[in-house]
């Protein structure tokens, strides 16, 4: 039976060849809570697909799969099937993911690589993808979680709003990308221009 977590496959998964190319701008691409709201069982809602395709039509950005659902995706994508690791929930949800890419004319670039690091591993994927792309003009990232991003904070677009506070005392949250992270998002990655 196959691992969860491929990392071999994960570091040399690219979508269309372009592990080599030199990417100007870069959208770093959580899933959860940006492309969905938590209401729509785990479905992308196609609201917030049409508004990542605003950011890449208005800056021309490389979309980078950032989120834990690359560790299913690239085997998908590439040769049209799930592996063992992938339940048929996931498989689901993978399918339309793309079904919706593919309409608004949205391809994946690449993936970040996989850190055993948890708690906080996603900045530090990010800054590895980074090295490798020393051309890199400026990228943005689209995430609703709160990690410790240090440096790569004023690159951020968070996605997850507080809305109020449940009767239990705990903040209340809206999550997915809306009209206003699609402007930042713009203005972070076209600030060179």
Not at 59 to 71: C, D, H, I, K, N
Not at 116 to 129: C, D, K, M, T, Y
Request: proline share 3%.
């Amino acid at each position: 039976m196959k691992n969860y977590i491929d990392s071999d496959l994960l570091d040399k998964a690219v979508i269309e060849n372009k592990q080599n190319k030199n990417f100007q701008k870069i959208i770093f691409l959580d899933i959860d809570g940006v492309l969905h709201d938590f209401t729509t069982d785990g479905f992308v809602k196609q609201d917030c697909i049409q508004r990542l395709k605003q950011i890449t039509d208005a800056t021309g950005a490389e979309l980078v799969l950032a989120s834990s659902w690359r560790f299913g995706y690239p085997e998908f994508i590439q040769e049209n099937h799930l592996e063992e690791y992938t339940s048929e929930e996931n498989s689901s949800h993978l399918q339309y993911f793309q079904q919706l890419m593919k309409q608004a004319g949205l391809k994946l670039s690449g993936f970040t690589p996989y850190s055993q690091l948890w708690a906080n591993s996603r900045p530090l994927e990010i800054r590895r993808f980074l090295l490798d792309k020393p051309c890199t003009r400026s990228f943005v990232i689209l995430d609703d979680e709160d990690y410790d991003w240090q440096w790569l904070r004023e690159f951020l677009v968070q996605t997850r709003v507080p809305v109020g506070i449940h009767e239990d005392g705990m903040i209340k949250y809206r999550y997915g990308l809306n009209d206003s992270h699609v402007e930042k998002a713009i203005k972070i990655l076209n600030r060179f221009d």
